[in-house]
Nanobody, 119 residues
Framework: QVQLVESGGGLVQAGGSLRLSCAASGRIFSINAMGWYRQAPGKQRELVARITSGGSTNYADSVKGRFTISRDHAKNTVYLQMNSLKPEDTAVYYC?????????????WGQGTQVTVSS
């Protein structure tokens, strides 16, 4: 069984910063790409940022220059540093990882963490 556990969400004023973490645990052989998605009320889930096992990254245009994704391979953990937060960044943020585990390769999702940015 593989689990992704997120932490770091919360309430912050516009212009502030938050750092999200997501740790993968379980019988994992390897992890390919890891990423963060978000879903605001009434909207579809969208990609925020993604990082491959080789360190290549891609970002949604709306967060470029403000958010930074990174990972610690030894800890099977991915981070999202969010700076200059805006009210429109308010959403539930979900961690995603492409995991090769005992049961085979498949994507896994975290339970989500709420980020609220007040104006």
């Amino acid at each position: 069984q593989v689990q992704l556990v997120e932490s770091g969400g919360g309430l912050v004023q516009a212009g502030g910063s938050l750092r999200l973490s997501c740790a993968a645990s379980g019988r994992i052989f390897s992890i390919n790409a890891m990423g963060w998605y978000r879903q605001a009320p009434g909207k579809q889930r969208e990609l925020v940022a993604r990082i491959t096992s080789g360190g290549s990254t891609n970002y949604a245009d709306s967060v470029k220059g403000r958010f930074t994704i990174s990972r610690d391979h030894a800890k099977n953990t991915v981070y999202l540093q969010m700076n200059s937060l805006k009210p429109e960044d308010t959403a539930v943020y979900y961690c995603n990882a492409d995991v090769l585990a005992v049961v085979g390769p498949r994507p896994y999702w975290g339970q989500g963490t709420q980020v609220t940015v007040s104006s």
